[in-house]
């Protein structure tokens, strides 16, 4: 029972060291048979194994091993207390033995097995710490014994988890940030390829192998420090590190770990992020130059709006920029016709030096800057052949620079700077061309006062639009500004922060509240690194917040911070969902609202999420390793196309539309990701089914408004254009009949003379029979076309459903009927329409209900499809609780089936060719009687005809 090589391994060194703990001189480690009433040995010194073996015989009474759950003594001296006491009185002795302890072996509370010590001495056993020492050093090596056979259990679990570390694995390479993942011996088992990317190493050189083996020893130091306080501690650990990369130079990273653990608790490993903040903190280093070139600036500006006269704007700028620039001279000239002349020179004493040389715009340095606009540096003006003027070159400076002073396009003079040892300026021409324009400015206090106020209101705008909350707070707490974005992360107002300077601390979550003291003070000029804490919104809600903050100093020594919170509460969210288990990804696919699954490459389902579930109507537990094509399509074969071979075809994946399968009329799109791990040997796609029936109907619903647009602005210019010449004929038919009236009399005369004469071939009489006629037949049809115009256009451009005038039904058919007899002539045959006697005027649109009968009209009219096609019209009164008008319109056509009945009212379906319907006339008409408080109801057979009864309240 006791054979196994870790028992005996674990057992032997329990022994050790309780022999080295108590001195002892031999001794054994015995445990348990399966029986469970006697002590074999399994690991021993000092004696040989068959008198070790008879000592546990020994102690095998029931008496002793239930009653072995303290410190026991037996020895020379000791008073016998029954069978077990005898036998050692007399086996010590033998053995050369004095004293023998007995320590019990135990785990989770039971006690499995005994340590036996012996001692040739005798030595002080009464002292209470090393009683408790070998207690306790029994109860670990008790369980450690008892986690040895476990050992074999966790094979074979570890099997089982292999899947579920695989997703997991699956969804860690997915994640942007360097991923790696150490065992609880500090080993790497797991690295995402941005981690390898990053560290510019490969898997093989890392795998397997300890931080000491991959890394310098005084990083693998700290990194090993930090993770057995991690493991130790539990929990989640987050801190800064800087690390010389091979190939990428110092970079400056955040380190996230997070413990994982079995489902024990026990730790097994630690996950870790990276996140490279090396971008960020160069960009607080630019920031912090800058911020120390604004003093500086700041500083200049303000010494010169103190000053009014150009004489102390001129001197405090050439003081304030030697002081700055700790040049060897400093000049300023202005322009003065094609001349520089000399206003302003620091130190004042080389004044004598430099007054009396001016320089003309187009020559030397000087000159040259200033007609071109550009700073030009030179760092040896002996060699430069840019210098042309002899004095500059013997007056022993060495490097000089020239910035042109200009103010809104206009070039108002020129700063010098010249050092006496080899300097180069360029590497500050940003600072000093910015030093250049704060004095050009300052040269015109107007337009500096009107840029600064400017500026300001530009930084106030930019602020004011940014998303991130900011914040500038002076020392005593009091903020001297707070943008609008504020209350959209903590819910409380800018004005709310002024009012109250201790809000910002009252809505900081309590747990957070002492690591935000610390944080929130810094070093003047220099960046806070980014801190991460909660607040509680005036709504109750906690959001978590990324904070950094600048220290600042104003040259009146006022402190102001200025501090930017950005609400990060979804990408911790989303950082914590990283370090989840199989559990956590199940969650994450449940809590998507299109259904998702995870099918392997063999097609069997290895996961999928509730919405899929209800999708498909199984349940989880049914399609898990089952076929995809059996236990969700019913089908026995692999469908056609299949979504996952067509991504593993077309990595990473593909994208499809098709009819839904479980909603007919609805249109899906189905995206297969493609997934695959060749150590592993694990393949397969991740297939998500979204429902973009929306999506197309508003696609149809926007090409057709835009067609039906389009025709209703062609109607009604026909019917403009038509309408114009025919005005023309109706007008001028009655002035042609009075010119007839007036020659007609001379024409009578004439014929009374010539009574044999023909007259167009016709007799006088008949003549102007036909001549009236025709004159008559001109004015009616130009009627006709006028009424027919006036229908076109109240048809295309109907008026509000709820606009109600008292109407003559039957008139309203009669006019229906007539705009769509143009259809009746080819495909119908019996044209029938009833009235009731005596039918009541209502109130309603007429336009509108003409509309509504002639699209049902015409839809009839098309269903035609017998030699005695027929259709009739009846409007009847129907008495009742409510009476209610029915117009009636029934034909013999095709009739239609339970599915289209069921869809004729939903824009844009129609069952005819393309160029007969768009699929929106029932659709408008059912919506223009519901306007008008009515209903349509429709009943068919196919191949028998249909009937469409309007039903209209009568008030």
Not at 591 to 619: C, Q, T
Request: net charge neutral.
């Amino acid at each position: 029972m006791y054979d196994s090589k870790g028992v005996q391994i674990v057992a032997k060194k329990g022994l050790e060291t309780l022999a080295c703990c108590s001195s002892a001189d031999a001794g054994g480690i015995f445990l348990h048979d399966a029986r469970g009433d006697h002590l074999q040995l399994i690991a021993g010194y000092g004696m040989d194994e068959e008198t070790l073996s008879a000592l546990g015989e020994a102690f095998s009474g029931e008496d002793l091993l239930h009653g072995a759950n303290k410190w026991t003594l037996h020895g020379r001296d000791a008073k016998p207390a029954g069978s077990v006491d005898g036998v050692l009185k007399n086996f010590l002795p033998d053995q050369g033995m004095d004293r023998l302890i007995s320590i019990p072996l135990t785990a989770e509370e039971a006690i499995s097995g005994l340590a036996i010590l012996c001692h040739k001495r005798r030595w002080p056993v009464s002292s209470a710490n090393l009683e408790k020492t070998l207690l306790a050093l029994g109860d670990t090596i008790g369980i450690a014994l008892s986690n040895a056979f476990r050992l074999e259990k966790l094979e074979g679990m570890r099997e089982k988890a292999a899947f579920s570390l695989y997703e997991l694995q699956m969804l860690l390479k997915a994640i942007p940030l360097p991923v790696y993942v150490r065992d609880k011996h500090g080993r790497y088992t797991f690295l995402n390829q941005k981690y390898l990317e990053f560290t510019r190493r490969n898997a093989n050189e890392l795998l397997g192998k300890t931080v000491f083996e991959c890394w310098p020893v005084e990083d693998a130091r700290v990194y090993h420090d930090r993770d057995i306080e991690l493991m130790r501690h539990g929990g989640f650990q987050r801190y800064k590190f800087r690390k010389r990369w091979a190939g990428s130079g110092l970079r400056h990273v955040i380190f996230n770990k997070v413990c994982l653990k079995d489902q024990d608790g026990n730790v097994t490993g630690l996950l870790g992020i990276i996140e490279d903040m090396t971008d960020s903190f160069d960009a607080q280093q630019r920031l912090r130059q800058k911020l120390g070139e604004l003093e500086s600036l700041y500083a200049v500006s303000k010494g010169l709006q103190e000053q009014i006269s150009l004489g102390a704007v001129i001197k405090n700028a050439v003081d304030e920029i030697h002081r700055i620039t700790a040049a060897d001279l400093v000049l300023l000239f202005l322009c003065s016709g094609e001349e520089l002349h000399l206003k302003g020179i620091a130190p004042g004493h080389l004044g004598s030096v430099w007054r009396n040389i001016p320089v003309h715009k187009e020559e030397c340095l000087c000159g040259w800057a200033l007609r071109t606009r550009k700073s030009l540096f030179s760092q040896d003006v002996s060699r430069d052949e840019r210098v042309t003027r002899d004095e500059c070159r013997m007056l022993g400076y060495k490097s000089f620079a020239a910035i042109p002073l200009l103010a809104k396009g206009e070039k108002l003079g020129l700063l010098a700077l010249a050092s006496r040892t080899p300097r180069d300026f360029s590497r500050d021409a940003g600072f000093l061309g910015t030093l250049a324009n704060t004095v050009a400015l300052a040269l015109r206090n107007s337009q500096l006062h009107e840029r600064l106020s400017s500026q300001e209101r530009f930084l106030q705008q930019m602020m004011d639009i940014s998303i991130d909350w900011e914040y500038w707070r002076l020392d005593d707490g009091r903020f001297k500004y707070v943008s609008p974005s504020a209350e959209r992360i903590t819910g409380y107002s800018p004005r709310d922060f002024y009012r109250d300077p201790g809000l910002l601390e009252e809505i900081i979550h309590p747990e957070d509240r002492e690591a935000w003291k610390g944080c929130r003070y810094g070093v003047p000029g220099q960046g806070s690194d980014p801190f991460l804490f909660r607040i509680v919104r005036k709504d109750g809600q906690e959001r978590w917040i990324e904070h950094v903050h600048v220290r600042l100093s104003t040259s009146d020594k006022v402190q102001i911070i200025k501090a930017t919170n950005r609400d990060v509460t979804e990408e911790v969210t989303a950082r914590n969902a990283v370090l989840k288990s199989k559990i956590l990804l199940q969650a994450v696919f449940d809590g998507l609202s299109d259904p998702m699954l995870m099918i392997g490459d063999d097609l069997r389902v290895n996961m999928l999420n509730s919405a899929a579930s209800k999708y498909f109507e199984v349940s989880y537990d049914e399609v898990i390793g089952a076929s995809c094509y059996e236990v969700l399509m019913g089908k026995d074969r692999p469908c056609e196309p299949c979504f996952c071979r067509e991504a593993k075809k077309n990595p990473p994946y593909v994208r499809m539309e098709r009819q839904s399968a479980k909603v007919p009329g609805n249109v899906e799109e189905v995206r297969a990701y493609y997934f695959t791990n060749e150590k592993k040997g694990v393949e397969g796609a991740i297939v998500q089914i979204r429902d973009i029936t929306n999506e197309k109907n508003l696609e149809r619903e926007l090409m057709h408004s835009e067609r039906l647009s389009a025709i209703g602005l062609l109607s009604a210019g026909m019917a403009h254009e038509i309408n114009n010449p025919n005005n023309f004929i109706l007008f001028n038919i009655p002035i042609l009949k009075e010119y007839v009236d007036e020659i007609m009399p001379i024409l009578e005369s004439y014929a009374a003379d010539h009574p044999d004469m023909d007259f167009c071939g016709m007799p006088f009489d008949e003549f102007v029979q036909d001549l009236d006629k025709l004159l008559d037949n001109m004015e009616h049809g130009s009627k006709r076309i006028t009424d027919i115009i006036h229908r076109l256009r109240d048809y295309s451009m109907p008026g509000d459903p709820q606009f109600k005038d008292s109407i003559d039904v039957e008139s309203v058919i009669q006019k229906a009927v007539a705009l769509c007899r143009i259809r009746f002539k080819r495909r119908l045959r019996n044209l029938k329409i009833r009235c009731q006697e005596d039918l009541p005027n209502i109130r309603i649109n007429e336009q509108a209900l003409e509309q509504v009968l002639v699209n049902i009209i015409i839809n009839a009219v098309q269903s035609t499809d017998k030699a005695n096609s027929s259709i009739s019209i009846d409007a009847r009164l129907r008495r009742g609780k409510r009476r209610q008008l029915v117009i009636e319109v029934s034909d013999n056509g095709c009739g239609m089936s339970e599915e289209a009945l069921n869809m004729i009212f939903k824009p844009f379906y129609t069952t005819k060719a393309h160029d007969m319907g768009s699929g929106l006339g029932l659709y408008v008409s059912n919506n223009i009687i519901e306007a008008m408080g009515g209903q349509i109801r429709v009943e068919s057979k196919l191949g028998e005809g249909s009937k469409f009864s309007i039903m209209l309240p009568v008030e």
